[in-house]
Nanobody, 116 residues
Framework: VQLQASGGGLVQAGGSLRLSCAAS????????MGWYRQALGDEREVVGT?????FTHVPNSVKGRFAVSRDNTQIYLQMNNLQPEDTAVYYC?????????????WGQGTLVTVSS
């Protein structure tokens, strides 16, 4: 499965951005798509996921500011009230739920820079 992310850029603190990620290829019925981010020097962390069945997860660290949504093979991350600490490369990910072995793929990443 190939993932193409877009929507990153430079925004001032307090602003908003919407990231998009389109999946293509051999997409199975039961899957999860999600967004992760990695700031310079930090580990990659999840910021929102959504299953093909519609279950979402947004960690407390960004809950209330970030929201994830899906349109079948596209996943979106709406980011509001962005802060400089949100600066990172944002990656989308696709993985299967019911296959053995599990399959996972990553997008190329899109840079989000929040200026103070």
């Amino acid at each position: 499965v190939q993932l193409q992310a877009s929507g990153g850029g430079l925004v001032q603190a307090g602003g908003s951005l919407r990231l998009s990620c389109a999946a293509s290829g051999n997409i199975v019925k039961d899957n999860v798509m999600g967004w992760y981010r990695q700031a310079l020097g930090d580990e990659r962390e999840v910021v929102g996921t959504m299953t093909s069945g519609g279950f979402t997860h947004v960690p407390n660290s960004v809950k209330g500011r970030f929201a994830v949504s899906r349109d079948n093979t596209q996943i979106y991350l709406q980011m509001n009230n962005l802060q400089p600490e949100d600066t990172a490369v944002y990656y989308c990910r696709y993985w299967t739920i019911a296959t053995v072995p599990q399959y996972s793929s990553w997008g190329q990443g899109t840079l989000v820079t929040v200026s103070s």
